[in-house]
Protein backbone atom coordinates (compact mmCIF):
# COMPACT_ATOMS: atom_id res chain seq x y z
CA UNK A 1 0.00 0.00 0.00
CA UNK A 2 1.35 3.76 -1.07
CA UNK A 3 2.57 5.69 2.11
CA UNK A 4 0.60 8.95 0.62
CA UNK A 5 -2.87 6.54 1.70
CA UNK A 6 -4.78 6.94 4.67
CA UNK A 7 -7.66 5.08 5.62
CA UNK A 8 -10.94 6.22 6.18
CA UNK A 9 -11.75 6.05 9.68
CA UNK A 10 -15.05 4.44 10.37
CA UNK A 11 -16.40 2.84 13.66
CA UNK A 12 -16.21 -1.04 13.06
CA UNK A 13 -19.76 -1.77 14.35
CA UNK A 14 -21.33 1.44 12.09
CA UNK A 15 -18.98 1.06 9.11
CA UNK A 16 -21.14 2.37 5.81
CA UNK A 17 -19.49 -0.04 3.64
CA UNK A 18 -20.70 -3.15 5.98
CA UNK A 19 -24.32 -1.09 6.16
CA UNK A 20 -24.21 -1.01 2.37
CA UNK A 21 -23.55 -4.59 2.12
CA UNK A 22 -26.34 -5.66 4.18
CA UNK A 23 -29.06 -3.48 1.77
CA UNK A 24 -27.73 -4.88 -1.37
CA UNK A 25 -28.39 -8.49 -0.11
CA UNK A 26 -32.14 -7.33 0.49
CA UNK A 27 -32.64 -5.91 -3.05
CA UNK A 28 -30.39 -9.52 -3.61
CA UNK A 29 -33.31 -11.09 -2.04
CA UNK A 30 -36.18 -8.95 -3.93
CA UNK A 31 -34.33 -9.42 -7.60
CA UNK A 32 -34.38 -12.75 -6.92
CA UNK A 33 -37.95 -13.16 -6.35
CA UNK A 34 -38.78 -11.43 -9.51
CA UNK A 35 -36.07 -13.96 -11.22
CA UNK A 36 -37.75 -17.16 -9.85
CA UNK A 37 -41.12 -16.00 -11.65
CA UNK A 38 -39.41 -16.97 -14.64
CA UNK A 39 -38.08 -20.11 -13.67
CA UNK A 40 -41.64 -20.94 -12.56
CA UNK A 41 -43.31 -19.50 -15.81
CA UNK A 42 -40.84 -21.43 -17.68
CA UNK A 43 -41.53 -24.70 -15.27
CA UNK A 44 -44.97 -24.59 -16.29
CA UNK A 45 -44.64 -24.31 -20.08
CA UNK A 46 -42.18 -27.36 -19.77
CA UNK A 47 -45.26 -29.41 -17.95
CA UNK A 48 -47.71 -28.08 -20.04
CA UNK A 49 -46.28 -29.07 -23.58
CA UNK A 50 -43.16 -31.43 -22.93
CA UNK A 51 -44.43 -34.66 -23.84
CA UNK A 52 -42.02 -37.75 -23.29
CA UNK A 53 -40.52 -39.44 -26.22
CA UNK A 54 -42.45 -37.17 -28.51
CA UNK A 55 -39.60 -34.73 -30.26
CA UNK A 56 -42.31 -32.68 -31.79
CA UNK A 57 -43.26 -31.65 -27.96
CA UNK A 58 -39.78 -31.02 -27.45
CA UNK A 59 -39.70 -28.25 -31.05
CA UNK A 60 -42.77 -26.89 -29.52
CA UNK A 61 -41.21 -26.27 -26.28
CA UNK A 62 -38.15 -24.52 -27.54
CA UNK A 63 -40.15 -22.76 -29.52
CA UNK A 64 -42.37 -21.42 -26.74
CA UNK A 65 -39.27 -20.69 -24.32
CA UNK A 66 -38.05 -18.42 -27.23
CA UNK A 67 -40.98 -16.45 -27.89
CA UNK A 68 -41.70 -16.05 -24.20
CA UNK A 69 -37.51 -14.70 -24.21
CA UNK A 70 -38.84 -11.81 -26.87
CA UNK A 71 -42.50 -11.00 -24.92
CA UNK A 72 -39.94 -10.13 -21.74
CA UNK A 73 -38.67 -6.86 -23.06
CA UNK A 74 -40.57 -4.35 -21.40
CA UNK A 75 -41.12 -6.49 -18.16
CA UNK A 76 -37.38 -7.20 -18.10
CA UNK A 77 -36.50 -3.79 -18.66
CA UNK A 78 -38.85 -2.61 -15.40
CA UNK A 79 -37.41 -5.49 -13.09
CA UNK A 80 -33.66 -4.12 -14.19
CA UNK A 81 -33.70 -0.46 -13.98
CA UNK A 82 -35.67 -1.17 -10.53
CA UNK A 83 -33.11 -3.53 -9.16
CA UNK A 84 -30.60 -0.94 -10.69
CA UNK A 85 -32.09 2.32 -9.07
CA UNK A 86 -32.44 0.45 -5.47
CA UNK A 87 -29.09 -0.37 -5.51
CA UNK A 88 -27.71 3.34 -6.42
CA UNK A 89 -29.83 4.89 -3.46
CA UNK A 90 -28.83 2.62 -0.97
CA UNK A 91 -25.01 3.03 -2.04
CA UNK A 92 -25.47 7.30 -2.42
CA UNK A 93 -27.09 6.94 1.32
CA UNK A 94 -23.28 4.94 1.89
CA UNK A 95 -21.59 8.03 0.50
CA UNK A 96 -23.96 10.90 2.18
CA UNK A 97 -22.99 9.00 5.42
CA UNK A 98 -18.90 9.44 4.64
CA UNK A 99 -19.36 12.77 3.32
CA UNK A 100 -20.03 14.57 6.42
CA UNK A 101 -16.23 12.84 7.26
CA UNK A 102 -14.69 13.89 3.98
CA UNK A 103 -15.52 17.89 4.02
CA UNK A 104 -17.74 19.74 1.97
CA UNK A 105 -15.51 19.94 -1.78
CA UNK A 106 -15.64 16.14 -1.64
CA UNK A 107 -19.43 16.33 -0.90
CA UNK A 108 -19.84 18.79 -4.31
CA UNK A 109 -17.69 16.52 -6.08
CA UNK A 110 -19.98 13.70 -4.92
CA UNK A 111 -23.30 15.35 -5.94
CA UNK A 112 -21.73 16.13 -9.26
CA UNK A 113 -20.86 12.43 -9.68
CA UNK A 114 -21.99 10.75 -13.25
CA UNK A 115 -23.41 7.69 -12.42
CA UNK A 116 -26.10 7.60 -14.88
CA UNK A 117 -23.80 5.72 -17.62
CA UNK A 118 -23.45 3.19 -14.65
CA UNK A 119 -27.32 2.93 -14.37
CA UNK A 120 -27.80 2.71 -18.09
CA UNK A 121 -25.05 0.44 -18.89
CA UNK A 122 -25.97 -1.89 -16.09
CA UNK A 123 -29.96 -1.68 -16.92
CA UNK A 124 -28.99 -3.13 -20.34
CA UNK A 125 -27.03 -5.56 -19.30
CA UNK A 126 -29.99 -6.74 -16.25
CA UNK A 127 -32.45 -6.89 -19.80
CA UNK A 128 -30.05 -9.57 -21.49
CA UNK A 129 -29.50 -11.09 -18.79
CA UNK A 130 -33.62 -11.48 -17.56
CA UNK A 131 -34.25 -12.76 -21.52
CA UNK A 132 -31.28 -15.05 -21.52
CA UNK A 133 -33.48 -17.61 -18.60
CA UNK A 134 -35.72 -18.53 -21.18
CA UNK A 135 -33.33 -18.97 -24.36
CA UNK A 136 -31.18 -20.97 -22.35
CA UNK A 137 -33.98 -22.93 -21.40
CA UNK A 138 -34.89 -23.22 -25.00
CA UNK A 139 -31.21 -24.14 -25.64
CA UNK A 140 -31.07 -26.44 -23.08
CA UNK A 141 -34.21 -28.24 -24.59
CA UNK A 142 -32.74 -28.29 -27.84
CA UNK A 143 -29.59 -29.79 -27.04
CA UNK A 144 -31.06 -32.68 -25.25
CA UNK A 145 -33.14 -33.33 -27.87
CA UNK A 146 -29.92 -33.72 -30.01
CA UNK A 147 -28.12 -35.99 -27.71
CA UNK A 148 -31.03 -38.55 -27.74
CA UNK A 149 -30.84 -38.52 -31.25
CA UNK A 150 -27.43 -38.74 -31.97
CA UNK A 151 -26.22 -40.36 -29.25
CA UNK A 152 -29.18 -43.02 -28.69
CA UNK A 153 -29.22 -41.62 -24.92
CA UNK A 154 -32.40 -43.28 -23.21
CA UNK A 155 -35.56 -41.46 -23.83
CA UNK A 156 -36.54 -41.33 -19.96
CA UNK A 157 -33.05 -40.27 -19.71
CA UNK A 158 -33.89 -36.97 -21.62
CA UNK A 159 -37.30 -36.30 -20.75
CA UNK A 160 -36.49 -36.34 -17.02
CA UNK A 161 -33.42 -33.42 -17.95
CA UNK A 162 -36.05 -31.60 -20.01
CA UNK A 163 -38.46 -31.70 -17.26
CA UNK A 164 -35.89 -30.05 -14.84
CA UNK A 165 -36.19 -27.14 -17.13
CA UNK A 166 -36.96 -25.10 -14.36
CA UNK A 167 -35.24 -26.26 -11.76
CA UNK A 168 -32.30 -25.38 -13.31
CA UNK A 169 -33.71 -21.90 -14.71
CA UNK A 170 -34.53 -21.02 -10.98
CA UNK A 171 -30.74 -21.94 -10.30
CA UNK A 172 -29.36 -19.72 -12.80
CA UNK A 173 -31.87 -16.70 -12.17
CA UNK A 174 -30.45 -16.95 -7.97
CA UNK A 175 -26.82 -17.01 -9.23
CA UNK A 176 -27.75 -13.68 -11.66
CA UNK A 177 -29.49 -11.99 -8.77
CA UNK A 178 -26.28 -12.68 -6.36
CA UNK A 179 -24.00 -11.61 -8.60
CA UNK A 180 -25.78 -8.33 -10.56
CA UNK A 181 -26.52 -6.95 -7.54
CA UNK A 182 -22.98 -7.15 -6.17
CA UNK A 183 -21.86 -6.25 -9.06
CA UNK A 184 -24.21 -3.19 -9.91
CA UNK A 185 -23.14 -1.61 -6.26
CA UNK A 186 -19.43 -2.05 -6.88
CA UNK A 187 -19.76 -0.11 -10.14
CA UNK A 188 -21.47 2.78 -8.66
CA UNK A 189 -18.84 2.47 -5.33
CA UNK A 190 -15.97 2.72 -7.93
CA UNK A 191 -17.69 5.50 -10.01
CA UNK A 192 -17.92 7.48 -7.15
CA UNK A 193 -14.94 6.64 -5.34
CA UNK A 194 -12.85 8.16 -8.21
CA UNK A 195 -14.75 11.09 -8.47
CA UNK A 196 -13.52 12.33 -5.06
CA UNK A 197 -9.93 11.63 -6.37
CA UNK A 198 -9.39 7.90 -4.80
CA UNK A 199 -7.51 5.10 -6.54
CA UNK A 200 -6.97 2.59 -4.44
CA UNK A 201 -9.81 0.26 -2.45
CA UNK A 202 -9.91 -2.25 0.36
CA UNK A 203 -11.41 -5.95 -0.32
CA UNK A 204 -13.50 -7.15 2.31
CA UNK A 205 -15.45 -10.00 2.37
CA UNK A 206 -18.69 -11.33 4.04
CA UNK A 207 -16.48 -12.71 6.88
CA UNK A 208 -18.42 -15.94 7.04
CA UNK A 209 -17.57 -19.40 6.38
CA UNK A 210 -18.83 -19.51 2.57
CA UNK A 211 -16.45 -16.62 1.48
CA UNK A 212 -13.94 -18.55 -1.18
CA UNK A 213 -10.65 -19.16 0.06
CA UNK A 214 -8.77 -16.96 -2.39
CA UNK A 215 -10.79 -14.03 -1.65
CA UNK A 216 -10.40 -14.59 1.99
CA UNK A 217 -6.88 -14.25 1.35
CA UNK A 218 -7.48 -10.78 -0.38
CA UNK A 219 -9.66 -9.50 2.66
CA UNK A 220 -7.76 -6.36 4.37
CA UNK A 221 -5.60 -5.75 1.57
CA UNK A 222 -5.25 -2.56 -0.19
CA UNK A 223 -5.52 -2.46 -4.21
CA UNK A 224 -5.90 -0.48 -7.05
CA UNK A 225 -9.26 0.51 -8.48
CA UNK A 226 -8.02 0.36 -12.41
CA UNK A 227 -5.97 -3.31 -11.75
CA UNK A 228 -8.35 -5.36 -9.66
CA UNK A 229 -6.38 -8.65 -8.38
CA UNK A 230 -6.85 -11.83 -9.51
CA UNK A 231 -9.72 -13.15 -7.10
CA UNK A 232 -9.86 -16.73 -8.74
CA UNK A 233 -7.38 -18.41 -11.23
CA UNK A 234 -7.42 -16.40 -14.44
CA UNK A 235 -10.30 -13.70 -13.45
CA UNK A 236 -8.95 -10.54 -12.39
CA UNK A 237 -12.12 -8.48 -10.91
CA UNK A 238 -12.87 -5.95 -8.24
CA UNK A 239 -15.10 -7.14 -5.34
CA UNK A 240 -18.44 -7.94 -6.15
CA UNK A 241 -17.41 -8.40 -9.82
CA UNK A 242 -17.14 -12.23 -10.69
CA UNK A 243 -20.29 -14.44 -10.06
CA UNK A 244 -21.62 -15.47 -6.61
CA UNK A 245 -18.90 -13.03 -5.11
CA UNK A 246 -20.47 -11.50 -1.95
CA UNK A 247 -17.60 -8.87 -1.13
CA UNK A 248 -17.42 -5.26 -1.65
CA UNK A 249 -14.33 -2.47 -1.84
CA UNK A 250 -14.15 -0.19 0.89
CA UNK A 251 -12.43 3.15 -0.88
CA UNK A 252 -9.60 4.66 0.86
CA UNK A 253 -9.75 8.44 0.78
CA UNK A 254 -6.17 10.24 0.50
CA UNK A 255 -4.89 12.51 2.76
Known sequence: MACDLKK????????PSKVNFQRARRAENRYARRLR??????GSLTEAVYVPSDFDSARKLEGLLKRYADTLDPWARAVGLRMVTEVEARERKQWADIS????????????????????????????TLIKSLPLDAAKRVHELTLEAAVR???????AQ??????????????????????RTAT??????????????FIWRTAGDSDVRPTHKALNGKVFRWDDPPECDPGYHALPGGIWNCRCWPEPVISD
Open 152 to 158: STRASEI
Open 8 to 15: LTLDKEAS
Open 100 to 127: RAIGKGLRRELESTPVGGVIRSRMEEQV
Open 37 to 42: QIAEHI
Open 161 to 182: EIMRSGKVSESRAMLIARTEVS
Open 187 to 200: ELTKARAERVGSTH
